[in-house]
């Protein structure tokens, strides 16, 4: 079983932005906490960052008859980009979407979620620990649909 981590803009600066609402860890250390989660489980992971809403788009694409799950947080294009959820409605694959901070409980713009439409559940504000309640729910989801 292969599954797609994405993580949209910002995210990079896990560690040192807004530390008050994201926490002190680092990207490095996420990344690190959901490859050990993965060997642990027995899934192959592949963790991808980026800026760019539109790398974000052929990576998904690119996920295609190549994996069989995704985790997604598009971060702040979450809250505007219909390209991702056509993307996501495109390829198929089961999704979850991840926020590290609670979204609802924050400034009513972040409340909207575009690709929302396309997950089959969202985790919202359980920190680091949401992208490991996504890999696990997903390896199970994944299991009994298949
Ligand atoms: C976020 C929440 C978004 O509103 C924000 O733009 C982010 C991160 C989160 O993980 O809590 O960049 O997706």
Same mark, same amino acid.
């Given at each position: 079983?292969?599954?797609?981590?994405?993580?949209?803009?910002?995210?990079?600066?896990?560690?040192?932005?807004?530390?008050?609402?994201?926490?002190?860890?680092?990207?490095?250390?996420?990344?690190?906490?959901?490859?050990?989660?993965?060997?642990?489980?027995?899934?192959? +992971? #592949? %963790?991808?960052? $980026?800026?760019?809403? =539109?790398?974000?788009?052929?990576?998904?694409? *690119?996920?295609?008859?190549? !994996?069989?799950?995704?985790?997604?947080?598009?971060?702040?294009?979450?809250?505007?980009?219909?390209?991702?959820?056509?993307?996501?409605?495109?390829?198929?694959?089961?999704? +979850? #979407? %991840?926020?590290? $901070?609670?979204?609802? =409980?924050?400034?009513?713009?972040?409340?909207? *979620?575009?690709?929302?439409? !396309?997950?089959?559940?969202?985790?919202?504000?359980?920190?680091?620990?949401?992208?490991?309640?996504?890999?696990?729910?997903?390896?199970?989801?994944?299991?009994?649909?298949?």
């Amino acid at each position: 079983m292969k599954i797609l981590v994405l993580n949209g803009p910002n995210l990079n600066m896990l560690g040192i932005r807004e530390p008050e609402i994201y926490g002190n860890k680092t990207y490095k250390d996420l990344v690190a906490m959901i490859g050990d989660r993965a060997v642990k489980s027995g899934v192959e +992971v #592949e %963790v991808y960052q $980026s800026n760019h809403e =539109g790398d974000l788009v052929d990576k998904i694409q *690119s996920a295609y008859k190549n !994996a069989d799950g995704i985790i997604i947080n598009p971060a702040a294009y979450t809250h505007t980009s219909i390209a991702l959820l056509d993307a996501l409605k495109a390829v198929g694959i089961p999704a +979850v #979407e %991840v926020h590290i $901070s609670d979204v609802n =409980g924050r400034e009513e713009f972040r409340k909207t *979620s575009f690709v929302r439409a !396309a997950c089959v559940k969202t985790v919202s504000g359980k920190g680091f620990e949401g992208y490991i309640e996504a890999l696990d729910f997903l390896t199970q989801y994944i299991g009994e649909n298949k």
